[in-house]
């Protein structure tokens, strides 16, 4: 029996077996009006714009983006009538659906590493990601590593663990994003593209770049004694980034933040004390 | 990653992180500083409040580590203080370190996590573990402020059941065992209890006990079978590793003597540390020992009077 005990909460991410067509998933986005969007509502975690709107949610309004409460009931919006070929993408999918939403980064947008603890797999619960527009510049970062998130594919991805995107595009960054709870045919569908499908992963060319910079820096005491001095993480963190420039490496302070979280978190945990 | 002979400079080993059969070593940049709290772990972590530490910690594989001390041998490694906790080994770390040309390790945790490391893995080759624990000392020993000459380390308690192992990586380094009249370091224990000895907090494996047989409500059986673990270890550390026994109610000028011959320093060298008051109040000790005294006699004497048997042959 497959169930969420039985190891199967490992699971990280995976690719799924099924593919969309995005350019059909694009024309209905598209014909969605302006000012139906709604800035996100945890204005902590990103800088630029962020915007979503719900093809279900607990109100059944279009408008309603926060999909608080696993027990409260959720009802599909007039965009989920509106929008067939989102909503044969939201039926492809075989569990209890809550809150559905098409959620848009705009250029230039980023969204902070953070953890979504009441998303995890071990909880039961289950996000799909459908991106139906995006581009190479978008950054999606999920616990160090970037997962290659193209249009028309479909991801499942445990966000209980750190994560962060970057929208370094022209363009918006659009998702469809079903969330719900996690059942038996969740968890053969995870099996099953895990088996079958390899998910390939890659280093974040920012965190490579930072990598780049560390060993300079251990070999370089003027630096060392210059970082050194950096009490606050932020400052260092900035401080970081325009040495790294100077150098001609490019990355960003959230590359750093992250590698120091992880950091961090390792030395916290060391064993034997 | 080949290192250059320099890079490791001011660098120290804080973490070892096993992955699979091969620790991996995590340093950070302690630069000049020299190591003088009580413990190792305190200066790291005061350390590493600094966030640099975080983002510019380096890693190497045990091999760069070797390579590196064989190229930079370090202090001259003087002594290994072995103990049974609560006997004035703290006190002792003091006096050594007192002295600025000397560096006191004491209890790192780097270290523990390469001997448990090690313990967990019997299959790992004697010689691997021993140029292991031979290169991570030597990182440990590296001079840093300046000026400084001779290395001690401090271990923890039950290291003293790694002897083999430790005497096998040093086989000249001047080894000691400190301890104490058992009832006073139960009392010690039970007024304030150490992590270490609480059943289940610290593997059980580590302090050579097995959780199974501990007896619900009975911390003072495990304590008293534990402690009565490493004073065997200690005994077969003076009969088989030549260690010397010492016993912290030795009077304090003769007992320094010793000890400063043992480790080939001058008794000049340490500085007396003005004297530790006596922890606790009268009458919960009064209580404690009343209440201790059987298991005490039933777990620890006959060590004791072993160890204290050997102790006056070394004394002669």
Redesign the interface.
């Known amino acids: 029996m497959l169930n969420a005990d039985a190891g199967n909460a490992a699971i990280r991410w995976t690719k799924l077996p099924f593919v969309f067509d995005a350019a059909l998933l694009r024309s209905e986005v598209a014909g969605i009006a302006d000012d139906a969007w709604v800035a996100h509502f945890n204005k902590n975690d990103y800088a630029g714009e962020w915007s979503s709107v719900s093809l279900r949610s607990r109100s059944g309004n279009v408008g309603d983006i926060v999909p608080m409460g696993h027990g409260a009931e959720y009802f599909d919006t007039p965009l989920m009538e509106s929008c067939p070929h989102l909503r044969a993408v939201v039926e492809a999918f075989d569990f209890p659906k809550r809150a559905v939403r098409l959620m848009r980064l705009h250029p230039g947008a980023s969204i902070k590493e953070h953890c979504d603890r009441d998303l995890g797999l071990a909880d039961g619960e289950v996000r799909i990601h459908v991106p139906v527009e995006t581009s190479d510049k978008v950054e999606f970062i999920v616990a160090g590593r970037v997962l290659p998130l193209r249009e028309g594919e479909s991801w499942f991805i445990d966000f209980s663990q750190p994560h962060r995107v970057r929208n370094d595009g022209e363009h918006h960054r659009i998702h469809l994003v079903i969330d719900g709870s996690a059942n038996e045919r969740v968890f053969e569908l995870l099996e099953r593209s895990l088996r079958e499908i390899v998910t390939e992963t890659f280093d974040p060319p920012g965190v490579l770049r930072l990598e780049t910079f560390r060993e300079m820096v251990w070999e370089d005491a003027e630096l060392q004694a210059e970082l050194l001095g950096q009490s606050g993480l932020k400052s260092l963190c900035e401080a970081v980034v325009v040495a790294g420039a100077r150098r001609g490496l490019a990355f960003s302070v959230e590359d750093a933040e992250s590698v120091y979280r992880q950091s961090e978190q390792e030395w916290k945990q060391k064993a034997g004390r | 990653?080949s290192l250059?002979a320099s890079?490791l400079k001011g660098w120290i080993p804080v973490?070892?992180?096993?992955d699979g059969d091969e620790p991996r070593v995590?340093w950070i940049?302690l630069?000049e500083r020299r190591l003088v709290e009580t413990r190792f772990?305190r200066t790291i972590d005061a350390e590493?409040r600094?966030?640099?530490h975080?983002?510019?910690?380096?890693d190497t594989s045990m091999a760069e580590m070797e390579a590196w001390v064989e190229a930079h041998p370090g202090l001259e490694f003087c002594g290994m203080v072995f103990h049974l906790s609560r006997c004035g080994s703290t006190r002792m770390a003091e006096r050594l370190a007192a002295n600025e040309q000397y560096v006191v390790a004491a209890q790192p945790?780097?270290l523990?996590?390469l001997l448990?490391g090690c313990r967990q893995q019997p299959e790992l080759a004697m010689e691997l573990k021993v140029r292991w624990v031979r290169a991570l000392v030597g990182a440990l020993a590296q001079p840093r402020a300046g000026g400084e000459q001779r290395f001690f380390l401090k271990a923890e308690p039950w290291q003293v059941h790694d002897v083999e192992l430790l005497r096998a990586a040093f086989p000249d380094v001047a080894m000691l065992f400190l301890y104490r009249e058992p009832l006073a370091v139960m009392v010690s224990h039970a007024a304030i209890p150490a992590e270490w000895l609480i059943p289940g907090v610290r593997r059980a494996a580590r302090v050579r006990m097995v959780l199974e047989n501990v007896e619900p409500g009975r911390t003072d059986l495990y304590r008293g079978r534990a402690l009565a673990a490493i004073c065997e270890s200690g005994l077969r550390a003076a009969e088989q590793y030549g260690a010397m026994l010492v016993n912290d109610a030795e009077a304090p000028g003769a007992m320094w003597e010793r000890v400063a011959r043992h480790f080939g320093v001058p008794l000049a060298d340490l500085p007396e540390l003005a004297d530790a008051a006596e922890m606790g109040a009268r009458d919960r000790r009064v209580e404690l020992e009343e209440r201790l005294r059987g298991v005490t006699d039933e777990l620890l004497r006959s060590v004791y009077t072993r160890l204290e048997t050997a102790r006056r042959a070394q004394v002669g």
Do not use: C, D
């Open positions: 990653m250059n890079s973490q070892l992180r096993w995590r940049l630069g772990e590493m600094r966030p640099f975080h983002l510019f910690r380096r945790g780097v523990e996590s448990e």
